[in-house]
């Protein structure tokens, strides 16, 4: 059974930083294509970071480029996104996704098809 629990989400001041973690388990975790997403009240879902099979490509949505690093640990099956310089524009509820399905990363990352979805963790930005 595939798994994927995020963790570290909370309300913070702006210009503050958080770090989400996402604990895989279930599936072939380094042949995997994994992202976070975030939704906001109101608003569609977005693609908030990616990290291709092999972790040595990562891409980011432009909102959150040059603030935000996701990374992942292979030993621990856990994903994390590093957030900094955070702003109250970034309030909204982190999903985890992971795909082990040998679809193309960019696919994924482009229409959001992940195969596996966590159960999100909210961060809350104040200004």
């Known amino acids: 059974q595939v798994q994927l629990v995020e963790s570290g989400g909370g309300s913070v001041q702006a210009g503050g930083s958080l770090r989400l973690s996402c604990a895989a388990s279930g599936y072939t975790y380094r042949t995997s294509c994994m992202g976070w997403f975030r939704q906001a009240p109101g608003k569609a879902r977005e693609g908030v970071a990616v990290?291709?099979?092999?972790?040595?490509?990562?891409d980011y949505a432009d909102s959150v480029k040059g603030r935000f690093t996701i990374s992942q640990e292979n030993a621990k099956k856990t994903l994390y996104l590093q957030m900094n310089s955070l702003k109250p524009e970034d309030t909204a509820m982190y999903y985890c996704?992971?795909?082990?399905?040998?679809?193309?990363?960019?696919?994924?990352?482009?229409?959001?098809?992940?195969?596996?979805w966590g159960q999100g963790t909210q961060v809350t930005v104040s200004s």
């Open positions: 990290i291709y099979s092999g972790g040595s490509t990562t």
């Open positions: 996704a992971a795909d082990s399905s040998g679809d193309s990363c960019s696919f994924l990352w482009l229409t959001g098809h992940f195969g596996y």
